[in-house]
C-alpha cells in the first residue's frame, strides 16, 4: 500500500486501515490503553488542521475579489467613501473615480424626500388673513387728533378735577347756553409750537377677515363701528356728576367755539366697564333682526385710570328725548301700559280711537321689546321697581328704595320709552344693560305680561339652532371686547345663558299660546 501524499487522502487512508481486520486485530486488547488513546487524538488533531486549512484558504480568496473591485485608500484605517446627501434631500450615485471604480450590481439608490408638514386641523377654527384698517380723522385748524393711548390718557388725568367742576356748575367761562366741552389741544392750538400732526395710524380694533361682513350688519353699522372703536377723541364732556358717564366727540367739527354732536361731529357715550352687557346687547339685537338699538363697542378708555375696556354708544341727536335723558318721550305707566296692548294700536294699518289712549308708538314694538328684555333680563325700562323677581343689593331698585312700592303696579312708570324724531312709530332701545348671572328660578317673567304675539324672525332665529354660531362670528369683530371676556371661553359662557333663556321662552310661547307673526312693517 502507497502512502498518501494529500492530507485528505491520509484522512482516508487512516480511515480504512481502520477498518481492516488487520488494523482491528492492532486495535484490540493486546495494545496497551495508553497507545490507543494516544492514536485517537492524533487523529482529531490532523483533521482539525485539516479544516482550519480549508476555511484560511477560502477566506483569503474572497478578501483578494474584493480589493480588486474597490479603490486603493491612503490610509489604511480610513472608512470607505460613502455618497454624500445634498441639501434638497436627494441622494445621487457618486462619480466613477476613473476606469477602476465600479460598485456592485446590487447597490441600491434611495431617493430622501422631505416630509411635508400639513397645518393642524383645529376644529371650529379659520386661519383668517390679517388685514389692517386705517381710521384717518381730520382735524380742525389748532386742534390734533390724539391717539387714545399715552398721550390723551395724561390729558385726561389733568382734567379730571376741571370736569368735576363741569358736572358740578358747567364752564365758567362758557356763554350762556354753551356746552361744557372740555377740549384736547395738541402742539399746533394755542401755546403751542409745531403744525398739525396727523393720527397714528394703527389697526382697527372692528377685525373683519372675511370677504364680507355679517349679514346681519349693515354697511352703516360697521362705518358707525369703526368710528367708536379706533376715532380719535377731540373733546369729552361729563353727563352728569355721579353715574361717571362721558359724551365723547370723535372726530371736530367744520365750525363752532365747541365742538357739538351732530352729522358733522360724531359723538360716543362712553358708560363704566359695569356696563359691557350692551356690547352684547347690539348684537343680539341685529342678529334677531329687531334692530332697535344704537351701535356700540367695546374701547380701552384712556380716561378710567386703569384703562378697563368700557362701551361707548353711538350718541344720536336724533331721539326724543336725546339718549343721556333717564325719562321717556312717552309717559306711560304700567296700567297704561296693559290697556295698550289690548287696544293693538296701529297694528294692520288700523287707526286708533281717540277713546283708546293709544300713543305713535306701533304695537308690533312692544312684542320685540318684551322678548329683548327677557334674553337680556333688562328690567329698568318695564319693571323699575324690580317686581317681578328677587333684585340684589347692587340693582338700582333697591339702592333707590323703589322695591317697596310694588304694592301699586298699575301706577309704577315706565322708563327709558325712546322714540325718533322723524320715526315716532318705532322705539330705540337704549341703556340695555343686561344680567348673565340671573338664575334660572328667579327669571322676570313680569317682563312677557300681556304679550300675546312675538317677531316671527326673531323666533325662527332661536328655533333654527344657528345663534351660537353667530352670536361668535358677530361677538369676533370686536375684539376689545372678545378679549376681555376671555376669548371664545367666556363668550361661550354668555351664550350658554342667552340659548338656556330662548328655550325657556319657547317652552312659554307654547304653553300660553302666543302668536308668532311678521312683524316687518
Known sequence: ?????????????????????????????????????????????????????QVGRSSLQHRRAAEKGLPKLSDPNAEPPFPEIPLDGTLAPPEAQGNESTLQPNVVYITLRSKRRKPSNIRGTVRPKRRKKYAVGSPLPGQVLMDPSLPL?????????????????????????????????????????????????????????????????????????????????????????????LLLVLEPGAAGPGPACGPSSPCGLLKQPLDLSEVFAFHLDRILGLNRTLPSVSRKSEFIQDGRPCPVILWDSSLSPTSNDTHSSV???????????????????????????????????????????????????????????????????????????????????????????????HLVFIDNKGFFDRSEDNLNFKLLEGIKEFPESAISVLKSQHLRQKLLQSLFLDKVYWESQGGRQGIEKLIDVIEQRAKILLTYINAHGVKVLPMNE
Not at 402742539?187 to 394703527?202: F, N, R
Open 153 to 245: 390718557q395724561d390729558a385726561a388725568r389733568g382734567a379730571e378735577a376741571e370736569m368735576r367742576g363741569y358736572a358740578q356748575g358747567g364752564n365758567p367761562g362758557a356763554k350762556p347756553g354753551e356746552p361744557p366741552w372740555r377740549l384736547l389741544r395738541g402742539p399746533g392750538g394755542p401755546g403751542g409750537g409745531s403744525d398739525l400732526q396727523p393720527a397714528k395710524v394703527k389697526e382697527s380694533n372692528i377685525r373683519i377677515y372675511s370677504e364680507s361682513a355679517p349679514a346681519w350688519l349693515s354697511k352703516e353699522d360697521l362705518r358707525r363701528m369703526r368710528l367708536l372703536a379706533d376715532g380719535a377723541v377731540a373733546g369729552f364732556q361729563a353727563v352728569s356728576s355721579t353715574s361717571g358717564v
Open 331 to 425: 309717559k306711560l305707566t304700567w296700567g297704561n301700559y296693559q290697556k295698550l296692548l289690548k287696544q293693538k294700536c296701529w297694528q294692520n294699518g288700523r287707526i286708533p280711537k281717540p277713546e283708546w289712549g293709544c300713543t305713535e308708538i306701533h304695537h308690533h314694538e312692544w312684542s320685540k321689546m318684551a322678548l329683548f328684555d327677557f334674553l337680556l333680563q333688562i328690567y329698568n325700562r318695564l319693571d323699575t321697581n324690580c317686581c317681578g323677581f328677587r333684585p340684589r343689593r347692587e340693582d338700582d331698585c333697591v339702592q333707590n328704595g323703589l322695591r317697596p312700592k310694588c304694592d301699586e303696579q298699575d301706577s309704577v312708570a315706565l322708563a327709558h320709552i325712546i322714540q325718533k324724531k322723524h320715526d315716532p312709530r
Open 1 to 53: 500500500m502507497t502512502c498518501p501524499d494529500k492530507p485528505g487522502q491520509l484522512i482516508n487512508w487512516f480511515i480504512c486501515s481502520l477498518c481492516v481486520p488487520r488494523a482491528r486485530k492492532l486495535w484490540s486488547s493486546r495494545r496497551p490503553r495508553t497507545r490507543r488513546n494516544l492514536l485517537l487524538g492524533t487523529a482529531c488533531a490532523i483533521y482539525l488542521g485539516f479544516l482550519v486549512s
